[in-house]
């Protein structure tokens, strides 16, 4: 399975994960140009109660135990892109015209699909990032 077809199929079950959790999923795929050179998405918007969440989703192929160190696909949110991300969301937020000091905050979800078994293990980070800017 290539890469593309892994985000894919992880952002599928975080959004079935995210609705089973009594979210509403308000945007997905949300994509912006930053500079001439630089480009962000939002994999997920999602608001539960009063809060909006920002979702970065990091999928990763499960593979046998011992065959390597213990990995998890959202170990890859790195800081740049947490910055990239708070920096998309308050472009998010102004073009829905939603006041930057509401209730918001950024999330991360790691999947990691076995595929043999077709079972997902889900990671959810709620509120994974302090406003780093």
Known sequence: ???????????????????GKGYKILDRNYYKKLSNVSKGEIDIVARKDKTISFIEVKTAIAVPEGTQEDFFPEDRFNFKKQKQLIKLSQIWLAEKKIPLDSRWQIDVIGVLIDINSKK??????????????
């Not at 399975?1 to 609705?19: H, P, T």
């Not at 959810?124 to 800017?133: G, L, P, R, T």
């Open 1 to 19: 399975m290539d890469s593309k077809k892994l985000g894919i199929l992880g952002e599928r079950v975080a959004k079935k994960y995210l609705l």
């Open 120 to 133: 997902a293990k889900i990671r959810y980070f709620e509120n994974a990032v302090e406003d780093i800017s």
